[in-house]
């Protein structure tokens, strides 16, 4: 896994062994989303539909997602509603790219819009934490529970 953050933005990039419609359905199904990141949550999978979920104990995000091309891209805005209060509700996106590759999928999630270096380095964080547990949920095997929650 790499990750880059700097000027508002966070990268990461992981490769999965799984194909890339696999890896989608993890960020398109209400019960898969939450099995890898969140405890609580209401999901639209539409072009314009919102979303709202609890990411751990009081940390509530939100936004709409504004694009969806199976299996290929997701993009859709993120901000907290409840928590941490330095990211408003919808005011980031994040875009997340799948390209087939020989033995599964590159995944590219790219978080911009953030407001400040500390910003950055959290949801940099969190990212990683989240893309590692999602990896191993659509490889087939169990990431545990989740010790942030």
Not at 100 to 128: I, K, M, Y
Request: aromatic share 10%; net charge negative; charged share 20%.
């Amino acid at each position: 896994m790499s990750a880059g953050i700097g000027d508002g933005v966070v990268t990461v990039e992981r490769h999965i062994a799984a194909r890339p419609e696999t890896v989608f359905s993890f960020f398109t199904d209400r019960d898969k989303w939450l099995s890898w990141m969140g405890i609580d949550g209401e999901f639209a999978f539409e072009r314009g539909g919102a979303y709202r979920t609890t990411v751990t104990g009081e940390n509530v995000a939100e936004g709409r997602f504004t694009e969806i091309d199976p299996p290929k891209r997701l993009v859709f805005t993120w901000g907290w509603a409840q928590g941490n209060g330095s990211v408003p509700t919808g005011s980031t996106t994040v875009e997340i790219t799948l390209e087939p590759t020989a033995d599964g999928t590159l995944l590219r999630l790219v978080h911009s819009g953030l407001p400040s270096p500390e910003a950055c380095a959290a949801h940099g964080e969190g990212w990683n934490h989240y893309v590692a547990r999602l990896a191993r949920r659509a490889e087939g095997s169990d990431p545990g529970p989740d010790l942030w929650m």
